[in-house]
C-alpha cells in the first residue's frame, strides 16, 4: 500500500506520496500478470445509474496484471464507454503523473490507500456519489471503515489484506508466531530469512514488536526501531519485495515477511508454504480506484467502478489475483472455496480491521524513506 497535504504543492505531494507504499502489498506480481490472462466472467448486462454516457470515453491507469486482459472490450460492451488502459509500475510512476500538472489524461487511478489520500487532500479527486454507483452495497460495510478514507467519500477499495510471516512448515521446527522471530531467529533460520524493503513494510515488524504504531512519526520510537531493524540484518538472507515466495519455493528461505496475496504466489506451489499474522499484529493495506479532479467523464467513471463492484467481476480479482477483495458478493461466492487451498484467503472483514491501517503521513514520510535508506545500506 500503500498524507495529510492540505495546500501543499503538487512536487511536495510527489515527495511525500513516494514515502508510502510501492507495491502495497500491491500490484500484480509476475504470477499475478500470468494469471489475468484467463477468462474473465461475463460482463454484468446494466450499466451503472440513470446517467447518459454517450459520448464519454474512459481512460484508467492500473497495474499491470491486476486486471483481466478483456476488460475493456467486455466494459465497452455492458456501458457503451471506449475504454483505455494504461498500467503503471508503481504508485509512485501514477502520482507523478497525476501530480506534474495540467491534464493527466486520467480519468480513473487505482493507488494504495494512503496515496488516495494525499491526492485528496491535495485537492486532486472528484467526490464519490454512492447514487451513481448502486453496486456499493455489495461491499462489506467495514469497507467504509478504512482510516485513509471512512464512508468512502473519495476511493473505493479494490483489494484489502494484510502483511504477516510466510513460512516452509516443513523446513521449520516451530512454527513462527511472532515478528520477533525474524527480528531475532533461531539457528536453524538466521540467513534464510527475507525482509521487505519498502519504506513502511522495512520497519514494521520492528515496530510491531516494540509495541509502536507502525504509523509513528516519534523520532525516538523510529530510532529504537532503527536499531533493531538494523541488528535483523545479520539474520537475514536478503531484502525481497519481489521474488521472495520463489526462494521459498526453491529452499533457499524458511521465513519470509510477506504481503498475505503474495504469499498466496508460493503456496499455489507448494502447499507446505503457510501464512501467519504475528501475535503483535501487523497492518491493514488497501488498494483503491479513485476519479481525478475535473474528468470530463465522472459519469463514465462512476459506471466502470460500478461494473468492477458487480459481484462476477470482482469475484474475478480474488480469484486470479489470489487477493481479497472487499465484496461480500464476491467473497461469498468464491471465498470459502479459494480458502481450502490458500487458508488466508478466508480472513474476514473483522480479522483485517484488527490490524492498524497505514495512513499517510505528509512531511513525516520521509524519515521513512531516510531509515530504510541507512538500514538497507549498513
Known amino acids: 500500500m500503500r498524507r495529510r497535504l492540505g495546500g501543499r504543492t503538487a512536487a511536495a505531494l510527489t515527495v511525500a506520496a513516494s514515502a508510502a507504499l510501492v507495491l502495497s502489498a500491491c500490484g500484480g506480481s509476475s504470477s499475478s500478470t500470468s494469471a489475468a490472462a484467463s477468462a474473465a466472467p461475463a460482463a454484468s448486462s446494466s ?11 474512459l481512460t484508467v491507469s492500473n497495474w499491470a496484471g491486476y486486471y483481466p486482459e478483456d476488460l475493456a472490450t467486455k466494459f465497452q460492451a455492458a456501458t457503451g464507454v471506449p475504454l483505455t488502459i494504461a498500467n503503471h509500475a508503481t504508485n509512485e510512476e501514477i502520482v507523478a503523473k497525476l501530480t506534474a500538472g495540467g491534464d493527466s489524461g486520467f480519468d480513473v487511478a487505482f493507488v494504495s490507500g494512503q496515496y488516495a489520500q494525499a491526492l485528496n487532500d ?26 485513509f478514507d471512512k464512508g468512502n467519500t473519495y476511493s473505493v477499495p479494490y483489494t484489502w489484506g494484510t502483511t504477516g510471516i510466510c513460512y516452509r512448515s516443513d523446513l521449520v ?26 519504506e513502511r513494510w522495512l520497519l514494521l ?27 535483523e540484518k545479520a539474520g537475514l538472507l536478503a531484502f525481497d519485495d519481489t521474488n521472495f515466495y520463489s526462494r521459498l519455493v526453491s529452499g533457499e528461505a524458511t521465513m519470509a515477511v510477506a504481503w498475505d496475496g503474495w504469499c498466496n504466489y508460493g503456496i499455489a506451489e507448494d502447499p507446505n508454504i503457510k501464512f501467519v499474522v504475528p501475535k503483535e499484529g501487523s497492518d491493514l493495506w488497501s488498494d483503491t480506484m479513485v476519479i481525478l479532479k475535473g474528468t470530463k467523464n465522472k459519469a463514465a467513471a462512476e459506471a466502470f467502478i460500478n461494473y468492477i463492484l458487480d459481484p462476477a467481476n470482482h469475484a ?4 486470479n489475483i489470489l487477493y481479497k477483495v472487499p465484496n461480500k458478493a464476491a467473497m461469498d461466492a468464491v471465498g470459502a472455496k479459494l480458502a481450502e487451498s490458500y487458508p488466508n484467503m478466508g480472513m474476514t472483514p473483522g480479522d483485517l480491521l484488527k490490524q492498524e491501517a497505514e495512513v499517510d503521513l505528509g512531511e513525516d514520510s520521509t524519515k521513512y524513506t531516510t531509515i530504510a535508506t541507512e538500514v538497507t545500506a549498513n
Open 47 to 57: 450499466p451503472a445509474g440513470p446517467a447518459d454516457l454517450s459520448g464519454q470515453t
Open 173 to 198: 521446527k516451530t512454527a513462527p508466531t511472532s515478528w520477533n522471530d525474524i527480528l531475532k531467529p533461531s539457528a536453524e533460520n538466521k540467513g534464510k530469512i527475507t525482509a521487505l524493503a519498502t
Open 122 to 147: 491535495a485537492g486532486l479527486l472528484e467526490s464519490i456519489d454512492p447514487a451513481n454507483i448502486p453496486n456499493l452495497a455489495n461491499l462489506y460495510p467495514e469497507a467504509a471503515q478504512l482510516p
Open 316 to 319: 474475478w480479482v480474488a480469484e
Open 205 to 231: 515488524p520492528a515496530l510491531k514488536s516494540l509495541g509502536y504504531s507502525i504509523n509513528t512519526t516519534d523520532d525516538a520510537e523510529l530510532a529504537q526501531a532503527k536499531d533493531l531493524a538494523i541488528a
